[in-house]
């Protein structure tokens, strides 16, 4: 060094800064980026103390508060900020705020002034508080300015010169007059000041870039002659913690007012405000994970000394801030801070040392991460640099990576998480004019949206991609154990601070996805990044598909976390969204993002017609204007929650399922643990039971996890929200005159409806009935009457939906949001019953569907029709009890066909359900009755014993969910018979229902009644006096004579004996009054003289010849018709087969009622034949 002469060093110099810029910027930053004002309170600003030591005062890596660097004045002429002022960040209101200690007070000692004694020698003797202060001038001065000739501002100009001479070495801690301790002793360009003082002086800019890089180089010597040994407040914390061994940099973000940031306590900081939950006095620290790792090396020391340099203007600016505003000290300042910054970029570029890789962490990442960067530091830097393509890559290229790979070792453990995201969202946010350069640096990384290279595309996006491990931070246990085996692990959890720690992640996640959507605004914002972010979005949804899968293999497809992190982004893009500008036709464009196959299921559309249409819209491109941008990113957000929010709902329900049935087997264990531990098998029923308590533990905790990422009232608002759009939508495109909707719609359905996917109102159903039983207090929104309107509406337009158990899905949430299955969605289910349009459509939707769901194509209809109308006869006792049905419900009644049918199908589920439970209690009872003679039960073989043991499980669970079915049917016959008799007693009808109440009074009341009795009837909901009741209730509101006609003509079941013993249990057990046990024996004594009727009437008519029989049931005809298939039967049997199925009996071709042929003439013929037999008998008598 010693050998190159000043004009050497001032060449080689100039030739690396080439091109740099050193004005001021004309556009204004956008963002302070790393400004820690944010966490500073707002106060006046502190008092220099010209008494204490400046350098342990305000030099060291530490929170402190900075003026912009390009823009130091403000409009009117004074500082923008001072130390204390209120926080300048954009982010100052972002929600990470709430997460900050609130014990922290985050300053910084705005002393500059230098020790007095080296003060004097290095800066021939200029007074301690000279500098900036002593350019000011009095206003008198300034009138008095005006008037001056040109050679007085020459003379004023030569002293600015001096001072300005007095302000670099202050700032820069430079000396060229003779060494001393706390500067900087520039030994070659005190020799060029010696041979020519003027020449040195000539351009305060170039000094400024000489003294910097004279410093520099002099850095680059052997370490014992490091320039920087000299300033004693540089050693902390970067130098001093370059030499310690594990070279680690401790977050700092609170040293007290006076007291030097440098003085780091690291017990202070980082704790996570949930780790202090149950801690009593303080709060739990964990210091390691806190530190960011930096590099030791030469670059360090440099970087530390331009930091500390391009802070120190701000102090000086804060001084003065009258005297900055004004030439050529502002000018001053400002060359001095551009200088920093170029020469700070040729430090991190390596070009004084090394060149740097691109794979190297950048020197500044601990800087960005420990918010210890002067205010306006960073803007300065990328405005300096973004128009060279190449060295902005250099240098922020490695910045990039480097909080990529800090997030990647965040968890929500503690409270780290935020910096990187906080570093990366106002990286993202600084711009000049209409450009962000780092948003466009970012989506030009390899990695923004690598291609598919492997079947696992989801999982493969989130791994590799630039912005996926920002959006990969998670509650969920499955996605980062450490949340759970922190807090929700340990006897000491209680509910309530379980409750307490949920609130505190859920503020953590909205802090995080906070600052995700300010990445992703950003980059959408700049005009050109968009294109690359929407790809983006559409690569996380298309690469996610099979996450919509009822079982899919997690490890293909991204995490939940990630996703519902991208969900909240992209609700946040959607919300202001008007419908007005959506285009419902965007799916079928050409240039949709969506990859939508067409296998998809659609709403109506089969496949070929779907087809058939796509091609009618194809041969017209025109038809398809451009997508805009509200379009693209409203259906985005329908599929985002198609893939993330269902699916987080359907793992929560599972793990819900299997922490029950774990639950259920511990406890079976305990219980059976005298049976078995004397056993071979109690070692194994022991391991067993250790198995199943650590795998209960282990889920109950991911439940705990996932009770914070997935039930969190505000996620959930804003997805209801987002569904209101959708629905509002979708009920634009089947009614444009929404909100005023008319019933029934337009029988032509519309295309674009038709083919819209299945999943559009699947999935708003299933999110319905997620939060009714999970988090029924979000469903009352602005966009509930929406929600409301849109049940009603496909309700009642089951011809708009080809699935039935879309519909179905429909009437569950009317079911779950009944008060008597859910008494918190009472105004909900109101809402629904006094909705003008469910007044008069809503009851005669439900009984149809009731009965189509009969046959609804599925392998399981059987057994699924049960549980539908299990729902729907649930809401018909609750829309019966409103008064305003009553006018519905009568119309129904007496309106004939579908009202018999109706009535049909409830005779058929009453008489299986019936009939199937009241089986499976006699095979408990008979399994209870072997178990109490314990001698003759221990002497069956084990397996035997287990097989049965099993039986009875299997009939325990049976018979509970039959009864329950069971039950509700016999309530509806019983609600319906007291308001209508007439149609129970139609031909078609009178005989199966007289049958159905016959056969269950004579389980009840038969010889075998007493299998009926188990132990605990409750538990499986066996109430058999109550169902006594109801079914002579059913008996005594039908009493007439066709119905007693219809009980006696029931040889299967009916017998007097059968009534005597119902009428003396009746009776004994006091179940009915006097006056109604009397009206049930006059009913019996009518039907025995129908009986005896019949008996005789069997023997005259038993030689009908076979063409006056009906076919099926060998029964003389009364009402003979002629199908279309030739055969001739009784009008009310083939009427009661068509009320099951509209088929012919016997070709299996449809057939209705219209299509019977009356056939008078042998109707005649048989009237004639029976008035015959009966006179021959007559005249026998």
């Given at each position: 060094m010693e050998e190159l002469s000043a004009d050497e060093i001032r060449r080689r110099r100039l030739a690396r800064l080439a091109g740099g810029q050193t004005s001021q910027p004309t556009t204004p930053l956008s963002t302070p980026l790393t400004s820690p004002q944010r966490e500073n309170p707002p106060g006046p600003p502190t008092a220099p103390s010209p008494a204490a030591p400046g350098p342990s005062h305000f030099l060291g890596l530490s929170v402190h508060s900075m003026t912009p660097a390009t823009s130091p004045i403000g409009a009117s002429g004074v500082a923008c900020r001072s130390q204390s002022s209120e926080g300048v960040s954009s982010l100052s209101s972002s929600p990470s705020n709430s997460l900050e200690t609130q014990s922290q007070t985050l300053s910084r000692s705005q002393s500059m002034d230098i020790d007095s004694v080296s003060c004097e020698k290095s800066m021939s003797q200029v007074d301690v508080d000279s500098g900036i202060e002593n350019m000011e001038v009095e206003e008198s001065d300034r009138r008095e300015k005006r008037s001056l000739t040109d050679k007085e501002s020459s003379s004023d100009s030569e002293v600015s010169e001096e001072q300005a001479l007095q302000v670099i070495c202050k700032i820069?801690?430079?000396?060229?007059?003779?060494?001393?301790?706390?500067?900087?002793?520039?030994?070659?360009?005190?020799a060029e000041f010696t041979q020519d003082p003027k020449a040195v002086c000539s351009d305060f800019k170039d000094l400024i870039g000489q003294i910097l890089m004279e410093v520099l180089m002099m850095s680059t010597q052997a370490r014992e002659d490091n320039p920087f040994a000299s300033l004693t407040a540089t050693s902390q914390p970067i130098a001093a913690a370059a030499k310690s061994p594990d070279r680690h940099l401790v977050l700092n973000p609170s040293s007290s007012q006076g007291t030097s940031p440098m003085l780091t306590n690291v017990g202070s900081f980082g704790a996570s405000s949930l780790s202090s939950l149950g801690a009593s006095g303080g709060v739990v620290t964990d210091s390691g994970s806190d530190r960011f790792t930096i590099e030791a090396c030469k670059e360090t020391e440099m970087l530390n000394y331009l930091i500390e340099r391009f802070e120190s203007v701000g102090m000086e600016e804060r001084k003065a801030p009258k005297m900055c505003s004004q030439?050529?000290?502002?000018?001053?300042?400002?060359?001095?801070?551009?200088?920093?910054?170029?020469?700070?970029?040729?430090?991190?570029?390596?070009?004084?040392?090394?060149?740097?890789?691109?794979?190297?962490?950048?020197?500044l990442v601990p800087y960005m991460l420990c918010r210890n960067l002067p205010y306006g530091f960073i803007q300065e830097l990328i405005r300096m640099t973004h128009q060279d393509e190449e060295v902005f890559k250099q240098i922020f290229v490695p910045i990039l990576q480097g909080l990529a790979l800090a997030v990647k070792e965040c968890s929500f453990d503690s409270d780290n998480f935020k910096y990187p995201l906080m570093a990366l969202a106002e990286l993202c946010e600084i711009k000049f004019g209409k450009t962000h350069p780092v948003c466009n640096l970012i989506t030009s990384l390899p990695l923004w949206c690598p291609d598919s290279l492997s079947p696992g595309s989801g999982r493969e996006l989130q791994r590799l991609s630039y912005i996926g491990a920002f959006f990969s931070l998670s509650v969920f246990a499955e996605?980062?154990?450490?949340?759970?085996?922190?807090?929700?692990?340990?006897?000491?959890?209680?509910?309530?601070?379980?409750?307490?720690?949920?609130?505190?992640?859920?503020?953590?996640?909205?802090?995080?996805?906070?600052?995700?959507?300010?990445?992703?605004?950003?980059?959408?914002?700049?005009?050109?990044?968009?294109?690359?972010?929407?790809?983006?979005?559409?690569?996380?949804?298309?690469?996610?598909?099979?996450?919509?899968?009822?079982?899919?293999?997690?490890?293909?497809?991204?995490?939940?976390?990630?996703?519902?992190?991208?969900?909240?982004?992209?609700?946040?893009?959607?919300?202001?969204?008007?419908?007005?500008?959506?285009?419902?036709?965007?799916?079928?464009?050409?240039?949709?993002?969506?990859?939508?196959?067409?296998d998809e299921t659609r709403l109506k559309a089969p496949m070929e017609d779907l087809k058939s249409w796509l091609a009618e819209l194809y041969d017209d491109p025109s038809k398809f204007p451009e997508p805009k941008f509200p379009t693209e990113c409203f259906f985005l957000t329908l599929h985002a929650h198609h893939l993330s929010i269902l699916p987080g709902c359907r793992r929560y329900i599972r793990r819900l399922r299997a922490i029950r049935d774990l639950n259920r087997t511990v406890e079976e264990l305990k219980n059976s643990e005298s049976q078995w531990k004397d056993s071979p098998l109690?070692?194994?029923?022991?391991?067993?039971?250790?198995?199943?308590?650590?795998?209960?533990?282990?889920?109950?905790?991911?439940?705990?996890?996932?009770?914070?990422?997935?039930?969190?009232?505000?996620?959930?608002?804003?997805?209801?929200?987002f569904y209101g759009m959708v629905i509002q939508l979708i009920l634009r495109i089947v009614d444009p005159a929404y909100p005023q909707?008319?019933?029934?719609?337009?029988?032509?359905?519309?295309?674009?409806?038709?083919?819209?996917?299945?999943?559009?109102?699947?999935?708003?159903?299933?999110?319905?009935?997620?939060?009714?039983?999970?988090?029924?207090?979000?469903?009352?929104?602005?966009?509930?009457?929406?929600?409301?309107?849109?049940?009603i509406v496909f309700i009642c337009s089951q011809n708009y939906i080809r699935n039935p158990y879309l519909i179905a899905k429909l009437v569950e949430v009317l079911f779950v949001t009944n008060p008597a299955v859910q008494p918190r969605t009472q105004r909900f289910s109101e809402m629904m019953e006094n909705h003008p349009l469910s007044i008069k459509q809503l009851v005669p939707a439900l009984m149809k569907f009731y009965t189509d769901v009969e046959h609804t194509g599925a392998t399981s209809e059987f057994y699924d029709k049960f549980t539908i109308r299990y729902h729907i006869s649930t809401i018909f006792k609750s829309l019966w009890q409103n008064t305003a049905h009553h006018g519905t419900f009568m119309e129904e009644f007496n309106s004939g066909k579908q009202f018999v049918r109706y009535i049909n199908m409830l005779i058929n589920d009453t008489t299986f359900l019936l009939d199937e439970s009241l089986e499976s209690l006699k095979r408990i009872h008979e399994v209870q009755e072997e178990m109490k003679n314990k001698e003759q039960w221990d002497l069956l073989p084990r397996d035997q014993q287990q097989s049965r043991q099993s039986q009875l499980t299997q009939d325990e669970r049976v018979s509970r969910s039959y009864l329950a079915l069971a039950t509700e049917t016999v309530d509806m016959f019983h609600i319906l018979t007291k308001q209508v008799q007439k149609p129970f007693l139609r031909p078609e009808l009178g005989p199966r229902l007289a049958a159905m109440l016959n056969f269950n009074l004579q389980q009840l009341c038969g010889p075998k009644c007493r299998d009926l009795k188990v132990e605990n009837p409750e538990k499986y909901g066996f109430e058999p006096k109550k169902l006594l009741d109801q079914l002579t209730d059913i008996y005594l509101q039908l009493d007439c004579a066709r119905f007693a006609k219809a009980i006696a003509d029931?040889?299967?079941?009916?017998?007097?004996?059968?009534?005597?013993?119902?009428?003396?249990?009746?009776?004994?057990?006091?179940?009915?009054?006097?006056?109604?046990?009397?009206?049930?024996?006059?009913?019996?004594?009518?039907?025995?003289?129908?009986?005896?009727?019949?008996?005789?009437?069997?023997?005259?008519?038993?030689d009908a010849p076979d063409e006056f029989k009906d076919p099926l049931m060998d029964t003389l005809m009364s009402d003979p018709v002629r199908l279309p298939s030739g055969n001739v039967m009784d009008r009310s049997i083939i009427l009661r087969h068509l009320l099951n199925s509209p088929t012919d009996p016997f070709s299996r071709q449809n057939l209705t009622e219209n299509m019977l042929e009356s056939l008078p003439e042998l109707k005649e013929r048989i009237q004639a034949w029976m008035r015959e037999k009966l006179n021959a008998g007559r005249y026998s008598q």
């Open positions: 820069l801690r430079v000396s060229w007059k003779e060494r001393d301790r706390d500067v900087i002793f520039l030994p070659l360009l005190a030439p050529p000290a502002s000018q001053l300042l400002s060359n001095i801070r551009s200088q920093c910054i170029s020469h700070a970029a040729l430090v991190l570029q390596g070009a004084l040392t090394q060149p740097r890789s691109l794979l190297q962490q950048s020197l996605d980062d154990t450490k949340v759970g085996d922190k807090y929700f692990s340990g006897p000491a959890i209680t509910l309530e601070n379980t409750k307490l720690v949920s609130q505190s992640l859920q503020h953590y996640l909205e802090s995080a996805r906070g600052d995700l959507f300010k990445i992703l605004h950003n980059i959408l914002l700049n005009g050109e990044t968009r294109e690359a972010a929407l790809n983006y979005m559409a690569a996380v949804v298309n690469r996610n598909i099979k996450k919509a899968q009822m079982q899919t293999d997690d490890r293909l497809v991204s995490t939940d976390g990630f996703m519902i992190n991208f969900l909240w982004v992209l609700q946040q893009l959607s919300m202001k969204i008007k419908l007005e500008t959506v285009d419902p036709f965007y799916i079928f464009h050409p240039k949709c993002r969506l990859n939508m196959t067409t109690a070692t194994r029923h022991r391991e067993m039971l250790k198995r199943c308590k650590t795998q209960l533990k282990k889920l109950v905790r991911c439940k705990a996890c996932a009770d914070a990422g997935l039930l969190d009232e505000n996620l959930l608002r804003r997805c209801l929200q909707i008319t019933l029934p719609l337009n029988p032509e359905i519309p295309n674009v409806f038709a083919a819209l996917p299945e999943f559009y109102i699947e999935d708003v159903a299933e999110f319905l009935l997620f939060i009714v039983q999970y988090s029924p207090q979000v469903l009352y929104e602005p966009c509930t009457q929406d929600i409301v309107t849109f049940l029931d040889q299967r079941s009916y017998s007097r004996e059968l009534f005597e013993e119902v009428i003396s249990k009746m009776t004994k057990a006091g179940i009915k009054s006097t006056i109604a046990v009397e009206k049930f024996k006059l009913l019996s004594e009518k039907v025995e003289e129908i009986v005896a009727r019949n008996s005789q009437s069997e023997i005259d008519y038993s």
